[in-house]
Structures are given as C-alpha cells and as structure tokens.
C-alpha cells in the first residue's frame, strides 16, 4: 500500500517552485524583444523563488507523518506532479519549443499556474500551518489574474 507523508507533499512543492522558475526564465528569455512581457516573466519568476524558499521553510517545520486516504491523496498529488505543465514526458518541463509566440507562452503560463493551484490546494488539507499555503495559494491566484489581464490586452492588439 502506497503512503503520502506531509513533508513529500511540501518537498514536491519545492520542486514545483523551482520549475516555474525554470518556466518563467526561459519564457522571459525566449520573449526578450518584449519589454513589458520579459518584465511579466521575470516578475513572475522572482515570486516563484520566494514560494521555494517558503515552502523549504515549512518543510522544517512539518511533522512527517503519513496522509489519512494516503494511497488516494498519493496517486493524485502524482498525477498532479507527474502532468504535462511540470514533468511532461522527460521528467524535466516540456520541451518549450511550441510555445513560439507571446499568448501562447502567456496560455502555458496560465495553465501551469492552474496547475500549482490544485496541488497547492491538496497540500493546504494536509498541513497545519494553513497561513503560509493561504498566502502561497493568494500570490499563485494573483498570477493568474495577471496572466489573464496580460492576455486579454493581447486579444484586443489582434
């Protein structure tokens, strides 16, 4: 029977942090000629090494012990980690070579934070510290509003 501990839940949060970094760098990179988008990624990016170094802080504070349902909470924390937006199919992120223009990299972000989201809330039910994934799950939310302003002025530029 498989078992999913609170501090794999949080130390699987450390590695989605640090691939939206990997995300949000290489966008910005790719987007450079964009002034304003570039500043979008970098931004972002920044808000992802503030949510590791948190989540690396939580880790030390959390009591590992396993989930209740914890074959259930396992196979889907998984499924979430484990999805195209994080570990697609070379367990690093998707080779980003599709996302060759501006709403498509701001589409790809907006689903990668969905994403962050419904495993950021998952951890939310299996942690006591609940202010810290509150204010996480709070700045992930304001990303995607960001995301979605960003890409509603880019439908009316079309």
């Known amino acids: 029977m498989e078992q999913f501990s609170v501090v794999e839940g949080v130390e699987q949060a450390v590695q989605t942090e640090k691939l939206g970094y ?3 760098t290489s966008m910005a990179g790719k987007f450079k000629e964009s002034k304003e988008l ?21 880790k030390e504070t959390v009591k590992d012990t396993t989930i209740e349902n914890g074959e259930e909470v396992a196979q889907y924390m998984r499924a979430i980690v484990e999805s195209e937006f994080f570990l697609g ?22 689903g990668f934070e969905k994403e962050t989201l419904l495993y950021f809330y998952e951890i939310r039910n299996h942690v006591a510290d609940k202010k810290t994934i509150d204010a996480i799950i709070d700045e992930e939310r304001s990303h995607i509003i960001w995301l979605s302003k960003f890409e509603m002025g880019l439908a009316r530029l079309t």
């Open 22 to 24: 990997q995300f949000y």
């Open 38 to 58: 570039a500043e979008l990624f970098t931004f972002l990016a920044d808000k992802e090494v503030l949510h590791e170094k948190r989540f690396s802080e939580l």
């Open 89 to 110: 199919k070379n367990k690093s992120l998707p080779a980003l070579d599709h996302v060759d223009t501006v709403a498509g990299a701001v589409k790809f972000a907006i």
